[in-house]
Every structure is written in C-alpha cells, then in structure tokens.
C-alpha cells in the first residue's frame, strides 16, 4: 500500500526561507550525539558582530522611500539651534529602527548601544535614554498630527490597488492597563481591568492589508462619542482619498459606533457602513414579533440553524439626524460572541447590525464578521509591539511613541511586500527574525564598510558583493 506523504511543515518551511538546514534522520545512520559546551573556549572579542545585520537593508529602503527625509523635515522645527547635537529627526529615526527589532520600551535602546552596527547607523553614537525622553516630551498636538499623518500614509500606500466593490476600514479601541502614576492613565469603564490605571487607544485598520490606517492614544476613562467623530472623519476623508475609481469605503464597528452622529457624518461623507446594534430595550421588545425570516443555513435533517430578517425599527436620535437605517436581525442556532436569546426559543440567539448598504442582508452580516481580524492585530500590537509599554510621564510622549510604534509597524509592512514578496504574510515575529535580527559582521577596508550575512539569508539578495 502507498504511504500518504505528510505536507511540509511550517518549520520546515521557515527553515528553508532562513536558510537553514533540514534534519537527515532518514539518511542518518548514527544516532546523533551533543557535543560537550564546556569544550568550546571563548576567543577574542569582535567588536564587528552584530545581531542586527538586517537594519541595513531596512534603513535603505526606508531612506530610498523618503522616511528619513520626511522625519526631519517634519519634526526638526521641535528641536532647532545651532547647539543642537541629536537633531529631532535623527533621534526618531533611531527609535524607528529600536522598535523595529523589538525594543518596545525607550530604555531598550541601553541594550542596542553596545551593537555595533545599531551605533554606527545611529550616528555613530547612542544617546541617553534621558535625552531621548525629553525629546519625545517636546511634541504638541500639531507635531503629533504630522506623526499621525505619516503613519496613516504608508499604511494606506497599497490602497490604490485594491480591487473589488468595497475596501473595509474596522474601528476598534482597547485598554492598555498602565503601571504606576503617568498623565492620563486613568481607571476606565472596562469590567476586566476594573481599578486600574490605563489608556484607551483608538485605532483603524484596512481589512485587507493589515495595515493601520490611523491610531489615537486616549484617557483611560475616555469612552468612543461624539468627541471622536472629527478623528474618524479624518481617517475616511484620508482612505477615500486613496480609493481607485469603482471602489466604495465600508466602514465596520462593534456596537459602540451604534451612536447617531457617527452615523450622520458617514452619510455626509458617502461611506457604507456596517455596525453592530445595541440591543436597547425597544429594540428588545420587537424582536419577538418578527416574523419574517429566511432561512439562510440547515443541519443535516434540514432544520433551521440561521436565519435572517430585517427590522422596521428607528431610534428617535436617528430621525432627529435625519439618518434612514437598515436594520438587519440574524438568529442562529451556533452561538458566537455575546448573543442575546430570543423569548421564544432558549437556543436561538440573536444580533442586529446596522448598515445603509443595499446589498443582500445575509452577505452583510457574513461581511461584519470578518472584522474579527482586528482582534489578533491588537494582539499583535500588544505582544510584538509593546503598545502597553508607557515609559514617559507625558501624555504627549507616550502618545508620540504609540504612533510611532504605528509607523514602523507599516514600515515593515510595506518593505517586507515590496521587497520581499516570495515571503509568507508571517506575523511580526518571524519577520523580526527573518529580515531584522540577523547576525553578521561589518567590516571596514579603506573607505569601504561590508556587511557579510550567513550564507542562504534571503537578506543576501538585497546586498551588493
């Protein structure tokens, strides 16, 4: 009988792209043996080694696409004389390149002073963490739209080539629990971190790229209202702007874009929308007496698991907005999320989506679902990027290092895509380990420096011999 092959897996496949070398078990004939550690003896220094190999080809796309140009330019005005000695540009361009390998705190970059490379890309000198503290501390409200805007701009670069009805752009906001006494982090609403100090960030992402289209650091105990319409109206007017023609902007949140001047601006602004409803108690009320469901998915007998239907239902804040809804009700049979049972049945569950799409109901209530992928990015935001990671005392600072987290997070997007296409879409991790922290050494021979790469790194093809 013919054996079934196994696929290939993910390690393997990882080992191939980083030029590692397979296991030979099955052409092996002695049992493999561990050599003794204590036999190796340590030889001299190198002052050449680095761990960070990969920053070179990061910072060359990085100056060749106009971010260093842009981060002086920009932001040199905050820090200006001629006894200036770490310009303001420079010093962002350094935490660029500390948050890029991993660094989430500004006390990180201590370590990365001792890398020979991370010091000569840097200048040639680090400087104190005290110094860049205070540097960050300088932003104002003006400088720290600029660093929005720049971040909004890379994540929105590969806009234009989407194709297809609709380009999604998912609101969320989270709670990052904060550690001692800093400007406002404060106790919050949030049942889960109930007490503690924090910070309730806002943030924007394009479904389809995953990319962040814009971000915002807020009070602990800031709630989503009216106060953060301007915001998302600036963040639609920026994706908009990118759209190619054809193409309409759907915009999706959770329940708490259930507010009627959100949905006021978003017809203004001719966006498409898809937000899940408050259950309120008038609308509770008129759940019982639907009747008019279409059966959109049966178990194997045939009976009805999902359903859907669509409401006559309109809050008095929506026609006071002269705002016209689409209500659409799903029950199902499978609960997900934090459904509501109806009263006549225990096993259905219910949830209501607001929209002003035309479209069939079924799709869009599939089409919302698919904005649960905000959720392991905020993950990966919180774990890879250390967005919880506070340093300053200044709300500014900690707000300013919060989107520039943001901006090298499309950084390294947009290089590992461009640059490296043949690539997976692996989470940030693995492209840390891939494309950034690579060993190798620089050498110098007259004016000439040289990075030489372990052989097989795909690193090597973006080096010139």
């Known amino acids: 009988m013919k054996r079934n092959r196994r696929a290939p897996s993910t390690s393997k496949v990882r080992r191939d792209v980083t030029g590692g070398k397979r296991g030979d078990g099955n052409h092996r004939k002695r049992r493999v043996r561990r050599p003794d550690p204590k036999l190796i003896r340590a030889g001299k220094p190198d002052p050449t080694v680095t761990g960070v190999a990969g920053l070179v080809g990061f910072g060359g796309y990085l100056r060749h696409i106009g971010v260093d140009r842009a981060l002086h330019e920009a932001f040199d005005p905050l820090k200006s004389g001629r006894g200036v000695i770490y310009p303001m540009g420079a010093q962002l361009r350094l935490l660029v390149d500390a948050v890029a390998v991993g660094e989430t705190r500004v006390f990180g970059v201590e370590a990365l002073a001792a890398d020979p490379l991370f010091t000569y890309l840097a200048g040639g000198v680090v400087p104190s963490t005290d110094t860049l503290y205070d540097d960050l501390a300088r932003f104002d409200v003006a400088s720290l739209g600029k660093l929005e805007d720049l971040l ?77 319409i301007p915001m998302v109206r600036r963040w639609v007017r920026r994706v908009q702007g990118k759209l190619r023609r054809g193409t309409s902007l759907c915009l999706r949140m959770d329940s708490a874009g259930d507010c009627a001047d959100l949905l006021r601006m978003l017809h203004d602004e001719q966006v498409f929308y898809v937000i899940k409803g408050k259950i309120t108690p008038d609308l509770y009320g008129m759940l019982p007496w639907v009747t ?146 690579v060993p190798g050494r620089l050498s110098h021979s007259g004016r000439q420096r040289k990075l030489h790469l372990p052989p097989g790194s795909p690193l090597r093809n973006t080096q010139r011999e």
């Open 292 to 437: 008019k469901w279409r059966t959109t998915d049966v178990d194997a007998e045939l009976h009805p698991i999902r359903q859907v239907a669509e409401l006559e239902f309109s809050r008095g804040s929506w026609r006071d907005k002269g705002v016209n809804v689409r209500v659409i009700v799903v029950r199902s049979l499978e609960r997900q999320g934090k459904q509501m049972p109806l009263f006549n049945g225990a096993d259905w569950t219910v949830q209501v989506f607001l929209t002003n799409r035309v479209d069939d109901a079924n799709e869009i209530a599939w089409d919302y679902d698919k904005r649960a992928g905000i959720e392991p990015l905020i993950a990966e935001l919180k774990g890879a990027w250390g967005i919880g990671h506070a340093s300053c005392y200044s709300f500014a600072a900690n707000h300013a290092l919060l989107l520039l987290k943001m901006l090298t997070h499309n950084l390294l997007d947009r290089y590992t895509t461009e640059q490296f296409s043949e690539l997976p879409r692996w989470r940030t991790p693995w492209r840390r380990r891939t494309l950034l922290r």
């Open 152 to 228: 909004g701009y890379h994540g929105l670069v590969r806009v234009p080539e989407l194709r297809g009805p609709f380009v999604h752009l998912d609101l969320d906001t989270s709670v990052l629990p904060i550690s001692g006494e800093l400007e406002g982090a404060v106790p919050g609403p949030n049942p889960r971190y109930h007490g503690r100090p924090s910070y309730h960030p806002m943030l924007a992402r394009i479904a389809e790229l995953g990319t962040i289209a814009g971000a915002q650091l807020r009070r602990g105990d800031t709630g989503f209202g009216v106060n953060d």
